[in-house]
């Protein structure tokens, strides 16, 4: 697990619950860095993204302890054991923890590296992370030129970690989320008078379109880290037709016989009309 955030010359990270400055360019840099990756947050952290959603184009872990929540597009855990546990489904390279000031601290440790964007000013901040610079083990890998947004200078430095505390490590460890990640491409299905087949049909299809679309709570991650019957939790989440691919569509309509039946098109926008 990496951890990325941007610091004053303090470490200053935060001031009432909002960041210390906005750049662009550091807005970009995160979004290059996270895409297709998994991000770990608090629940206050999620609430302070925009609309309070989940992170588009990221597999979402959100730490929350509160009872029976399930959020679209995210992955609930309940606690840090939970959080712990789901994070090593995971190499630790496709995994980042994007804040706020308690998930920096707790999960710190266990980091392999940091992406810390260092801001020359100070932000009179109320929310801080431990400077990298004094910490044992933690050392600069690489840093970019500074750089300058409306006189304000930066440099994007990356830090690594020589000694990072071990996590749990699933024995069924998955680098690939690719079906979850993958671009909802318009599918070619086919419509049989079945009432069976088409409650499946309706099941996978809003599983292909929309992803987690219920979320997954905290009693359900208990469930795939107590009986994930050795499937990778990309693999769990299909074989629950909580996401789907364009091979699980065709699986069921093999089953169904459909081979000759007439196809249609389906899109996320007339998904809807059609069933």
């Given amino acids: 697990m990496k951890l990325i955030v941007a610091v004053d010359e303090q470490w200053g990270i935060g001031k009432n619950g909002d960041l210390l400055m906005s750049i662009p360019d550091d807005m970009l840099y995160y979004r290059a860095t996270t895409r297709g990756k998994v991000v770990v947050m608090g629940y206050t952290t999620l609430l302070s ?3 309070s959603k989940p992170a588009p184009g990221r597999l979402n872990l959100v730490l929350a302890d509160i009872p029976g929540l399930r959020v679209s597009g995210a992955v609930v855990c309940g606690s840090m ?3 712990h546990r789901m994070i090593g489904q995971f190499a630790s390279d496709d995994v980042f923890d994007i804040g706020g000031g308690s998930m920096y601290r707790q999960l710190m440790p266990y980091c392999c590296g940091a992406h810390i964007t260092k801001m020359r000013f100070v932000g009179e901040a109320d929310t801080f992370i431990p400077n990298l610079d004094e910490q044992s083990g933690w050392q600069v890998a690489e840093e970019s ?3 300058d947004h409306e ?4 440099s994007f430095v990356v830090y690594r970690n020589d000694s990072p505390e071990p996590l749990p490590v699933a024995e069924s460890l ?6 979850y990640f993958k671009k909802r491409e318009p599918i070619e299905i086919a419509l049989i008078d079945d009432e069976q087949y088409r409650a499946e049909l309706h099941e996978l299809l809003n599983a292909y379109f929309y992803p987690l679309r219920d979320g997954f709570g905290a009693d359900d991650v208990a469930r795939f880290l107590e009986d994930n019957e050795g499937l990778s939790f990309e693999q ?5 037709r909580l996401i789907a691919a364009a ?6 309509m093999q089953r169904y016989g459909c081979e000759s039946a007439e196809r249609v098109s389906v899109t996320k926008d007339n998904l809807n009309d059609i069933l």
């Fill in 151 to 154: 006189g304000l200078k930066y």
């Fill in 49 to 51: 993204l925009p609309n």
């Fill in 81 to 83: 054991e939970q959080l």
């Fill in 247 to 252: 091979e699980d569509l065709d699986a069921l």
């Fill in 145 to 147: 030129e500074l750089m």
């Fill in 236 to 240: 769990y989440l299909r074989s629950h």
């Fill in 174 to 179: 998955s680098t690939d989320m690719s079906v």
